[in-house]
């Protein structure tokens, strides 16, 4: 889809243009005179001859050129005819701001579906609605009402109107940078997410991607095109509706799914995007990216005059995954021949006041310490900008030479440099001068540390091309079985949604998952044979379609090594499940070999809202309830991402062996999700799928219980949600 003709109009309709001052529509042709819109701007409104000097139109219909964009706030109902005259004008986009469309529930989804089917048949894509407008600041063509926009290579994607004000007044007052596109993409009803970051990647102006998003319309396309578009330029993200509330509100606001906070953040980061979790975050890591070359290796250097700072940027930074080596030996005797000798030439480095009678030491500091090959970028931390302000007004003039030096050093050195300072509220010189040479200055700590593990995420991420494979994308029905998916078939036939635990099983030994053998039993006399077929030391379980719980319904005996233990097990069972419930209906008893001691885990799957099937893995048993220490990754999953799966509980150094248990069999466990991930694209027909427990051995690993759900109702979203639709099977 090219949106060329929308977001670099031409002409401009302002519909229902007013001479009221406090309506985005008059206030969107103020924006286009004042930037100077190249192109014609056609008021319309039957009431007015004429506003801001622009002659007006009683209709779309008598504008006497064409029309490329049209800005549109009429209300839902009167859009269609607007939208025909706009269609007989050829127009390419319009810019919706009305509400009461996939935000009022239901009844708003449907009248907005209508809107986009009617405007499609007339060529019309269309903006929002309940946007905030669009701004593309090359062209002039700035729709949004907002004076001033200060430019920069940042493209701002956005579904608050109220949070894309604040970002632009944090650009304005603290940086030298700012927008060439601001896009309120609001309900989504038409042009979706991914498909400005499919325009944007190409678009050789924008170098960074900022998105404000409060629930994705179409979570797997947008995956899908981030994980390409952030091999070029990277992709900051904040994300709200994370909480049941702001999970309410979000749905409130622009009517799509906010999704799972656990499952959004692991895509997101998989997708090599740099997701912020605080609001105060997301210019300033937008503006550090923008600005800086990335840093390579997870490797720092903090600089700081004094130890306080010093001390909280390095444990900040240790949190979030930072290294900071030890600089060299001839890295350390080139700074003790500049700072004092009681300063620490570790890192941090701690000039302790050796810059209060000359701070251009910080351009000494700077400029060694980026010599060194182990150290690949730099943190500032502390008085800088303030020593003519503290101490002595002449110190600024020094400020200033050192601030001229390290600008020029982050070009030389190709390595980032960002500053914090207690004096960016007093605005000096000096500061103006870093930030002039496209070094960003925080005050605040946890903000620069931030920038600076943003710059090293997405150094990484650009490194790592082996992982950034098409991990997004869904092939349907690819290396199914036939006898699997006739079981399946006979259980829906049924009316059952739910596969009993021998025959999921037999779906994953048919899917070459390594499953010890086991045995239904329908009587008495046939589980005492299947048990002395497997050699005694067995477990007994209940096979019922109606009991979901087995342990609840009394009915799963452990440890029976004799006919005895089997035949008084397989009585209990059956006599405590009718108890448990008369009208359950008995298919028999499993009979199976107690597995051995091990970690007990969870895999598990189900279809998130916004991405689709995703697979889940946690410690298992009763723990994944108590603990919830688990991952979550959306399917497909690779090697390398099921082996990040595990590494990222909490609790996974259990697996490396602990008070002189041997470690356990990761490399089981990795082939397992993997071996999971598969078979819920071979069978679209599968809803969900619980093991619990898998125990995980020194060597291999047993699937103790197994359950697959069943679901016709998701097929069709499901075909949606692939982009290879040619591979599902009907």
């Not at 109902?77 to 127009?91: N, P, R, T």
């Not at 903006?127 to 600041?137: C, Q």
């Not at 690779?638 to 248990?661: C, L, N, Q, T, Y």
């Amino acid at each position: 889809m090219d949106l060329h003709r929308i977001l670099k109009a031409e002409s401009v309709a302002v519909v229902e243009a007013t001479k009221d001052q406090t309506t985005q529509n008059h206030q969107a042709i103020v924006t286009l005179l004042e930037e100077k819109f190249e192109g014609p701007i056609y008021p319309v409104n039957p009431g007015e001859k004429s506003i801001l000097g622009l002659k007006c139109y009683p209709s779309v219909r008598e504008i006497p050129g064409p029309v490329d964009l049209a800005l549109l706030s009429t209300p839902a109902k009167g859009l269609k005819e607007i939208l025909v005259q706009l269609g007989e004008k050829g127009a390419a986009g319009a810019v919706v701001l009305s509400g009461g469309f996939g935000e009022r529930g239901e009844a708003g989804k449907k009248l907005a579906a209508e809107m986009v089917d009617f405007a499609r048949a007339k060529g019309i894509r269309i903006i929002g609605p309940n946007t905030s407008g669009i701004m593309n600041a090359d062209k002039g063509l700035n729709l949004t009402g907002i004076k001033n926009i200060p430019r920069g290579p940042i493209a701002l994607l956005t579904q608050s109107g109220n949070i894309a004000l604040n970002l632009i007044t944090e650009a304005t007052l603290k940086s030298q940078t700012g927008f060439n596109y601001y896009i309120g993409v609001g309900n989504e009803a038409d042009v979706r997410f991914h498909e400005y970051l499919e325009y944007l990647a190409e678009d050789a102006a924008t170098q960074v991607i900022l998105i404000y998003v409060e629930g994705l319309g179409e979570g797997r396309r947008f995956l899908q095109q981030a994980s390409r578009t952030t091999r070029a330029k990277p992709i900051v993200l904040y994300k709200s509706g994370r909480s049941v509330k702001g999970i309410e509100s979000a749905e409130t606001h622009t009517g799509a799914p906010a999704g799972i906070s656990e499952v959004s953040k692991s895509a997101f980061r998989r997708a090599g995007i740099i997701e912020v979790s605080h609001s105060g975050e997301i210019f300033p890591v937008a503006e550090s990216l923008a600005l800086l070359p990335t840093i390579k290796e997870n490797s720092i250097a903090i600089l700081a005059d004094e130890g306080g700072h010093a001390i909280i940027a390095a444990d900040y930074l240790t949190d979030l995954g930072m290294r900071l080596p030890e600089p060299g030996k001839e890295t350390k005797e080139k700074l003790a021949t500049i700072i004092p000798a009681n300063a620490s030439f570790a890192n941090p480095v701690d000039m302790a006041g050796g810059a209060n009678q000359d701070p251009t030491i910080f351009a000494d500091c700077a400029e060694i310490l980026l010599e060194d090959e182990n150290i690949h970028g730099l943190l500032i931390v502390g008085l800088f900008g303030g020593y003519g302000i503290r101490f002595a007004e002449n110190l600024a003039f020094m400020e200033e030479d050192a601030a001229h030096r390290m600008g020029k050093l982050v070009e030389s050195s190709g390595k980032p440099i960002v500053l914090h300072s207690l004096y960016d509220y007093a605005k000096p010189h000096s500061l103006e001068l870093m930030r002039y040479y496209r070094i960003p200055v925080y005050d605040s700590l946890e903000i620069a540390c931030k920038c600076v593990e943003s710059l090293s995420t997405y150094g990484s991420y650009r490194q790592k091309s082996h992982h950034r494979d098409d991990a997004f994308q869904l092939h349907w029905g690819t290396n199914a079985v036939g006898e699997a998916r006739e079981m399946i078939e006979e259980a829906l036939a049924e009316g059952r949604h739910v596969l009993l635990e021998h025959e999921a099983k037999e779906l994953f030994r048919l899917q070459g998952v390594p499953i010890p053998q086991d045995y239904l039993a329908t009587t008495e006399e046939e589980a005492v044979m299947y048990a002395e077929k497997l050699g005694y030391h067995v477990v007994l379980k209940i096979i019922s379609p109606d009991i979901s719980h087995k342990t609840d319904a009394g009915g799963v005996m452990l440890g029976l090594n004799n006919e005895d233990d089997v035949r008084q097990a397989f009585q209990k069972i059956i006599h405590n499940t009718k108890t448990y419930n008369p009208e359950a209906e008995i298919r028999g008893c499993l009979v199976a070999p107690m597995a051995e001691k091990g970690i007990e885990t969870v895999i598990g799957t189900k279809i998130d809202e916004q991405f689709g099937p995703i697979v889940m893995f946690g410690l298992g048993g009763i723990m994944v309830s108590v603990m919830k220490d688990v991952s979550f990754r959306v399917i497909p999953v690779s090697e390398h991402w099921a082996a990040s799966m595990i590494d990222e509980i909490k609790s996974s150094v259990i697996f490396d062996g602990f008070r002189g248990r041997p470690p356990s069999d990761k490399q089981a466990l990795i082939q397992l999700i993997q071996k999971v991930s598969e078979i819920v694209q071979a069978y679209p027909l599968i809803h969900e799928i619980d093991l619990n427990p898998v125990i995980v051995h020194n060597q291999g690993l047993t699937v103790v219980d197994a359950r697959i759900t069943l679901s016709e109702e998701h097929l069709e979203k499901k075909k949606r949600l692939s982009m290879d639709l040619g591979t599902i099977e009907e």
